[in-house]
T-cell receptor, first 114, second 110 residues
Framework: DAGITQSPRHKVTETGTPVTLRCHQT?????MYWYRQDPGHGLRLIHY???????DKGEVSDGYSVSRSKTEDFLLTLESATSSQTSVYFC?????????????FGPGTRLTVL | GQSLEQPSEVTAVEGAIVQINCTYQ??????LSWYQQHDGGAPTFLSY????GLEETGRFSSFLSRSDSYGYLLLQELQMKDSASYFC???????????FGTGTQLKVEL
């Protein structure tokens, strides 16, 4: 299994509070991704990174920011959490080989915003 | 943009064969991937089709027809452990991003 960990695994927070989720990899893969998964929507890309300090938006980036200061760590921040951000968040990594590339997913973080 | 459509749910009997379809609309197309996700777990890669035709990996096969913008995942000799959600996904953005379908929940019954 690819070495990907996410922390925390579960979090309950209140509306308006800041939240940071962490993804850590030991594979030295170039690409890292943050997805959210909601019933009926599958996996939707929030942000991704193609190198240290290189990030770009996905399809559902509003209300989220990311940072990647080291190859192994990719942080997702909700500056002011809202109930609509209650979801399961998955981090993924890939080597960045293009179409044939496989993405490897972390175990997920279940976030509840009250 | 990209959109991928799948049936929301499929039910089949243990030992049977089941086909999960995926139709797509894309502005650029590299190929079609399939991922499996058990309840409470993370998605895991199953297969990738870059070219038209059938790719076989054990009990699982995946098919792609670019001319029909269509693919499917075929699961043979179904087992209870195959009960999971299955997602098709298409690379985009130079091939290094994935757009996922909404997923098909497969229920295998005795």
């Amino acid at each position: 299994d690819a070495g990907i960990t996410q922390s925390p695994r579960h979090k309950v927070t209140e509306t308006g509070t800041p939240v940071t989720l962490r993804c850590h990899q030991t594979e030295n893969h170039r690409y890292m991704y943050w997805y959210r998964q909601d019933p009926g929507h599958g996996l939707r890309l929030i942000h991704y990174s193609y190198g240290v300090k290189d990030t770009d938006k996905g399809e559902v980036s509003d209300g989220y920011s990311v940072s990647r200061s080291k190859t192994e760590d990719f942080l997702l921040t909700l500056e002011s959490a809202t109930s609509s951000q209650t979801s399961v968040y998955f981090c993924a990594i890939s080597e960045g080989l293009g179409g044939t590339d496989t993405q490897y997913f972390g175990p997920g973080t279940r976030l509840t915003v009250l | 943009g990209q959109s991928l459509e799948q049936p929301s749910e499929v039910t089949a009997v243990e030992g049977a064969i089941v086909q999960i379809n995926c139709t797509y609309q894309t502005s650029g197309f590299y190929g079609l991937s399939w991922y499996q996700q058990h309840d409470g777990g993370a998605p895991t890669f199953l297969s990738y089709n870059a070219l038209d035709g059938l790719e076989e990996t054990g009990r699982f096969s995946s098919f792609l027809s670019r001319s029909d913008s269509y693919g499917y995942l075929l699961l043979q000799e179904l087992q209870m452990k195959d009960s999971a959600s299955y997602f098709c996904a298409a690379p985009t953005g130079g091939g290094n991003k994935l757009t996922f379908g909404t997923g098909t929940q497969l229920k295998v019954e005795l």
